[in-house]
């Protein structure tokens, strides 16, 4: 996906790559060789330091990482080739930031939205269904998003043909074994399931979760075909 991404933008190099909701530099650190800078922003302090490690130990140096909102980022007009938001642009204010992108990509610069993964609440997998069952024990019926109840937003596309963008998608899957380890870092890694949501729950939950998946499988192996989507925005004209 980020190999089409980079071919459908900047085709072998970019001026400068924008990050909105970096996180951990998942898309910023892998993508940060094909463009001279990154700009790269995540409001959580935690997952940009750990960004910053990751980029020291990698001796990628050509990446500005910022604390902060999205919606706080300003750029100068024609300055981007291309603006990615991973799994994120669904916590911002997406009218705004879909004029403000529109006016920092250069003429041929693309907004990128990348998206999917693991989606436990689709119940896919097996291991899903035991996952689910068990975070309903524990936070309680109704899906969190961090202190809230988890509200099913707008489509992307039509906050961006609004501000002017014409949009195609791209699918993509992905054949992964989850190891136990591997499922509850994931879903201490969500805005519905993280320590903080937890609370003094966690160990428990923590323990049930592990019991309940070696129950499911005795070789610690869950298969799953993980759905990727990258959505391509380009201006109008």
């Known amino acids: 996906m980020l190999t089409d991404l980079v071919e459908l933008s900047v085709g072998t190099h970019g001026r400068r790559l924008v990050d909105l909701g970096c996180g951990t530099?998942?898309?910023?650190?892998?993508?940060?060789?094909?463009?001279?800078?990154?700009?790269?922003i995540d409001i959580d302090p935690g997952m940009v330091a750990l960004a910053e490690r990751?980029?020291?130990?990698?001796?990628?140096r050509n990446v500005a990482w910022t604390v902060g909102a999205a919606e706080s980022l300003d750029l100068p007009a024609g300055s981007a080739d291309l603006v990615v938001a991973g799994s994120s642009f669904h916590w911002m204010d997406r009218e705004l930031?879909?004029?403000?992108v529109r006016a920092w990509l250069t003429g041929s610069g693309v907004f990128a939205l990348l998206g999917g993964g693991s989606d436990v609440w689709e119940e896919?997998?097996?291991?899903?269904t035991v996952a689910v069952q068990t975070i309903r024990e524990y936070v309680g019926e109704r899906r969190r998003a961090g202190n809230q109840s988890f509200v099913a937003a707008g489509r992307h596309d039509d906050y961006l043909?609004?501000?002017g963008f014409v949009v195609e998608s791209r699918q993509y899957n992905a054949e992964k074994d989850w190891t136990a380890d591997e499922i509850v870092g994931y879903l201490y890694s969500t805005s519905y399931c993280n320590p903080m949501v937890l609370g003094d729950r966690k160990a428990a939950f923590e323990a049930t979760l592990r019991d309940r998946l070696g129950a499911l499988?005795?070789?610690d192996?869950?298969?799953?075909?993980?759905a990727f989507?990258?959505?391509?925005a380009r201006p109008k004209g």
């Open 229 to 232: 989507e990258c959505m391509l």
């Open 221 to 226: 192996t869950h298969p799953e075909t993980l």
């Open 217 to 219: 499988s005795a070789a």
């Open 25 to 40: 530099g998942e898309v910023a650190l892998p993508l940060s060789a094909v463009f001279d800078t990154v700009t790269a």
């Open 161 to 163: 043909e609004r501000a």
């Open 124 to 128: 896919r997998a097996p291991w899903h």
């Open 54 to 60: 990751k980029a020291a130990e990698r001796q990628i």
């Open 97 to 100: 930031l879909a004029g403000r």
